[in-house]
């Protein structure tokens, strides 16, 4: 048969499949859910366990546990945080440990109650214990385990940094409190010297030397529910630990009026100018842009991408700035950028298919349906690392 008389039916083929697709710009691994899970240990501090997990992830890659705020929960974090986008991105889990309203009213976490931030005990214990269940369920990379949280779940993030540094490689407080500071530090600043600070958290492990966790602290300098003062408490808590200067090494700018101040490779403040209390989010498409606006959400920066990059979770990410010329919003324009076809870009070595559906290298992100109608921009981040690029090169 002549090979052209072809064409014609091929193509109504391949147009009625397109009809049913979904968006090609849906979300990489959109099949994955959150979901809970039952059972994680004997869960002395009566927590519930939601992990999001993204399709076919394979074992040996990092975890991430994300913890809510108060008057929140783990589907409310998981909806606006942008931690989703970046578990597909660059292929981690991501447990959302989640508060019940019978252990505290306002379903905070209890960072101020002795029994909860004691390492072996609480609230403490069952958040180790849902690290524990996902390493053994997904196969997670035991030495990339990651902690971040905002709020009430800020200050659960440093006591999980304080109480188990051996299970966690860096950690991320966002408008949180310091180790072991009760809940006075809220409202008013304290008076404690580095060592002070410091010195509460070598009591929460007797006997442990080191290596401690990398530890950013994110702050809103308008928070008026934290009192900002406790960002440069948590500073000189952790840099006192990890046994560098209260000076910063270097600082550098980010998006979102957002200045950084690095202490060695130890300790990253990062001081969000003009906004409240909140995780700093930056809806949009582009790979440093993610989350949604709600009520202590606040559209600013993708806090959650710069932590990933800070603990070296993105694929061809850099490392954080260490100068002083500001970063620009925008992805560098040296990166290349290509616009094809699915088609073109899978046999250009940029994406492949699966199923009948395209995936950019690297990124694994969704791209639609395998054909030559379907167009993307795909952006080179790094070494065979592509991310979708559409309206931005």
């Not at 002395?44 to 929140?72: F, K």
């Not at 993105?314 to 954080?320: H, L, N, S, V």
């Amino acid at each position: 048969m002549n090979p052209r008389k072809l064409w014609p039916a091929l193509l109504a083929a391949v147009l009625a499949v397109a009809a049913l697709a979904v968006s090609p710009l849906s979300p990489a691994n959109a099949a994955a859910t959150l979901t809970q899970v039952g059972s994680f240990g004997s869960n002395p501090g009566a927590l519930r366990m939601y992990a999001y997990v993204p399709d076919g992830l394979p074992t040996g890659r990092p975890l991430v546990v994300a913890l809510h705020g108060c008057t929140q929960s783990a589907s409310d974090y998981y909806s606006h945080s942008g931690w989703p986008k970046y578990a597909d991105l660059y292929r981690a889990a991501v447990v959302f440990p989640e508060q019940t309203s019978g252990n505290n009213s306002l379903s905070c976490f209890n960072w101020f109650t002795a029994g909860d931030i004691a390492r072996g005990q609480g609230e403490a214990l069952s958040i180790k214990q849902m690290v524990d269940k996902a390493i053994s369920a997904y196969g997670s990379d035991p030495s990339r385990v990651y902690v971040t949280g905002l709020s009430a779940g800020g200050a659960m993030t440093a006591v999980m940094l304080a109480a188990y540094p051996d299970v966690f490689a860096g950690g991320a407080v966002v408008a949180g409190l310091p180790y072991n500071c009760g809940t006075v530090c809220q409202y008013q600043a304290q008076s404690k010297t580095p060592k002070q600070w410091g010195d509460l958290v070598r009591a929460a492990n007797p006997g442990y030397s080191g290596p401690w966790p990398k530890v950013g602290i994110w702050y809103g300098t308008s928070d008026t529910t934290v009192v900002p003062a406790n960002a440069t408490e948590l500073r000189d808590q952790w840099t006192n630990v990890a046994g560098v200067s209260q000076t910063p090494t270097s600082t550098s700018t980010l998006p979102g009026s957002t200045t950084v101040e690095q202490y060695g490779n130890a300790v990253a403040l990062y001081r969000v100018q003009g906004i409240a209390h909140g995780t700093p989010v930056a809806p949009g498409s582009a790979e440093n842009q993610c989350g949604t606006t709600g009520t202590y959400y606040i559209s600013s920066i993708c806090s959650s991408y710069y932590i990933a990059q800070s603990w070296g979770l993105t694929g061809g990410g850099t490392t954080p700035p260490t100068s002083t010329s500001p970063t620009p919003s925008t992805p560098p324009t040296a990166q290349p950028c290509f616009t094809a076809s699915n088609y073109a870009h899978t046999t250009a070595g940029r994406a492949y298919q699966s199923g009948g559906s395209t995936y950019a290298n690297g990124s694994n992100q969704a791209m639609g349906l395998w054909n030559t109608f379907t167009t993307h921009t795909l952006r080179q981040t790094g070494p065979n690392y592509y991310v979708v690029a559409d309206g931005q090169c």
